[in-house]
């Protein structure tokens, strides 16, 4: 209560009133925290970040990188790094995904937002250039890897795995490496999914980018269209990376020549991804107490599983996932 007492008057100062109304905005899955105030018939978000476990600066140095090159992102009004408050600009409560919910999934809806985000992530991609955030470097993606076994695997099913099994997570994690780090590399939001898009003018209103980096131009698009959050049938997944695709390559950017390797690429990376999502999921459940996450799990898990049984590299690992779960295996598009 203290913290929350210091942060209403903080923003109390910045907007020149008296002590304001706040309500929270929403959360996400690190100690940050959002809250809503409005001063003068205007809405504003503040965060609070304590910074004895998070770092506001990334925060203010990407919604800077970000903003000038003409996507909408907060603009940080004030901040106090020593508290770890910083006033923003309020993009809305609508995400993409309550959006696409409200709507019963409007098609119409769906690729409106779909094909805007693409435009914004290409304005992103087009001004990529390396040292100017972190590399998503091998070392990161290997870290990110290992929490499928530690906290998925161990702590969630309780599984202590053999040496047989353990070498074929192993391979499957260095297969996966070796096509990550061989992609074309961009700056890269790194939580470029329905929970962070909003439904703003312009579209879409971009939230929790501070982690973003330099790293594999797929990873965004594997973010969205394998979202952890809203599941699209694979057809339409294909006609909306193949727009990204076509675009980004008139654009400039650095995409395969061939689609067929760049899917195949996109995939790769979602294996990435779900393997760490499914080790953040079950590490927020376990040690946070957020057992919210568990619910979208499976959804998760059936895109693991479904890249594992379309590449041969990758089958041992679904035999791993099968044999650890006991699960069917689903068929898709083979590139």
């Given amino acids: 209560m203290e913290r929350l007492q210091a942060l209403q008057d903080w923003a109390a100062r910045q907007l020149g009133g008296d002590a304001l109304d706040i309500a929270p905005a929403s959360a996400d899955a690190s100690f940050r925290r959002y809250f809503r105030v409005t001063a003068k018939a205007r809405d504003y978000i503040v965060m609070d970040a304590p910074p004895a476990h998070e770092d506001c600066r990334p925060f203010i140095a990407v919604a800077r990188l970000f903003g000038d090159v003409g996507v909408h992102v907060p603009e940080v009004l004030a901040q106090d790094l020593e508290q770890g408050f910083l006033l923003l600009t309020d993009l809305g409560n609508a995400t993409y995904l309550s959006a696409l919910s409200a709507a019963s999934f409007d098609q119409g809806l769906a ?64 297969r996966i490496l070796a096509n990550n780090l061989a992609q074309p590399q961009v700056y890269v939001h790194r939580d470029w999914h329905s929970r962070n898009l909003m439904v703003s003018e312009p579209k879409p209103g971009i939230l929790d980018f501070q982690d973003a980096v330099y790293g594999p131009i797929t990873y965004d698009l594997a973010s969205v269209y394998r979202d952890a959050y809203v599941e699209w049938d694979e057809e339409q997944q294909l006609d909306w990376v193949i727009r ?13 020549e061939d689609f067929g390797d760049f899917w195949r690429d996109f995939e790769w990376m979602g294996a990435q991804r779900h393997i760490k999502v499914l080790g953040i999921f079950a590490r927020l459940c376990h040690r946070d107490g957020k057992d919210g996450y568990l619910n979208d799990m499976p959804r998760v898990m059936r895109y693991l599983c479904r890249v594992c049984e379309r590449y041969d590299e990758l089958k041992p690992l679904l035999f791993l996932l099968d044999g650890l779960e006991n699960r069917a295996v689903t068929v898709g598009y083979t590139f």
């Fill in 244 to 256: 990204y695709w076509e675009k980004a390559r008139a654009a400039g950017l650095p995409v395969r």
């Fill in 111 to 174: 690729r409106d937002l779909y094909l805007a985000a693409n435009d914004a992530l290409i304005r992103i991609q087009q001004a990529s250039r390396p040292g100017v955030l972190p590399e998503y470097d091998r070392a990161l993606l290997a870290r990110e890897l290992m929490l499928f076994p530690e906290w998925y695997v161990a702590r969630h099913l309780g599984v202590a795995m053999n040496e047989r099994q353990k070498a074929i997570l192993d391979t499957a994690f260095e």
